[in-house]
Antibody, heavy 120, light 111 residues
Framework: QIHLTQSGAEVKKPGASVKVSCKVF????????LHWVRQAPGKGLEWMGG????????LYAQKFQDRVTMTEDTSTDTAYMELSRLRSEDTAIYYC?????????????WGQGTPVTVSS | QSALAQPASVSGSPGQSITISCTGS?????????VSWYRQYPDKAPDLVIF???HRASGFSNRFSGSKSGNTASLTISGLRAEDEADYYC???????????FGGGTKLTVL
């Protein structure tokens, strides 16, 4: 069964960084493209970035471009999302999700989400 | 402000049908047949409902259907049931700065 398992909740102070992991089971990172989506409390879903097969690289939403780094360790099938210079507005649940094929233009499945709280 | 516009809420009685709209632009919904819909229960991750505008995901009955006209996509749920009460989000591939754009979400209430 294909599923994604994320790391646990984090509490960080403003200005710090957070690194969230996402391990895939039932397939490999090489076969798919992994993306990160966040959801602030009571708000909607927001795409942060992910691997774009057409570009052959990880693309970031412009809003996060200077603060986010997404990496993949294909030896362990684990992806990471690091967000730096955290501020209170970054308090959200961070989800990893995937396109199981470059020709699939939808996200399925999703990880369980990692709550990140930014508070002094 | 979300890139795709959805109504904040819709409601219907059991057995009725509802439609949720998702309005984008010629850069996303109007350009690509890559609209997907997701259902999200409180404190849960989203689940794929519809992909490529009209195709149902595994586990979803033909009570769920999707369509598109111009820059607006729609999700219709017929024969409403209590378990359909959830938040629904649309998503589209985009040629803009955001490669993927989501709607702001619609809260479906089953009366």
């Amino acid at each position: 069964q294909i599923h994604l398992t994320q790391s646990g909740a984090e509490v960080k102070k403003p200005g710090a960084s957070v690194k969230v992991s996402c391990k895939v089971f039932g397939y490999t990172l090489r076969e798919s493209t992994l993306h990160w989506v966040r959801q602030a409390p009571g708000k909607g879903l927001e795409w942060m970035g992910g691997f774009d097969p057409g570009e052959g690289e990880i693309l970031y939403a412009q809003k996060f471009q200077d603060r986010v780094t997404m990496t993949e360790d294909t030896s362990t099938d684990t992806a990471y999302m690091e967000l730096s210079r955290l501020r209170s507005e970054d308090t959200a649940i961070y989800y990893c999700t995937t396109r199981l094929s470059p020709v699939y233009y939808w996200f399925d499945p999703w990880g369980q989400g990692t709550p990140v709280t930014v508070s002094s | 402000q979300s890139a795709l516009a959805q109504p904040a809420s819709v409601s219907g009685s059991p057995g009725q049908s509802i439609t949720i709209s998702c309005t984008g632009s010629s850069n996303d919904v109007g350009r690509y047949d890559y609209v997907s819909w997701y259902r999200q229960y409180p404190d849960k991750a989203p689940d794929l409902v519809i992909f490529d505008v009209t195709h149902r995901a595994s586990g979803f009955s033909n009570r769920f259907s999707g369509s598109k006209s111009g820059n607006t996509a729609s999700l219709t749920i017929s024969g409403l049931r209590a378990e359909d009460e959830a938040d629904y989000y649309c998503c589209s591939y985009s040629r803009g700065d955001f490669k993927w754009v989501f709607g702001g979400g619609t809260k479906l209430t089953v009366l």
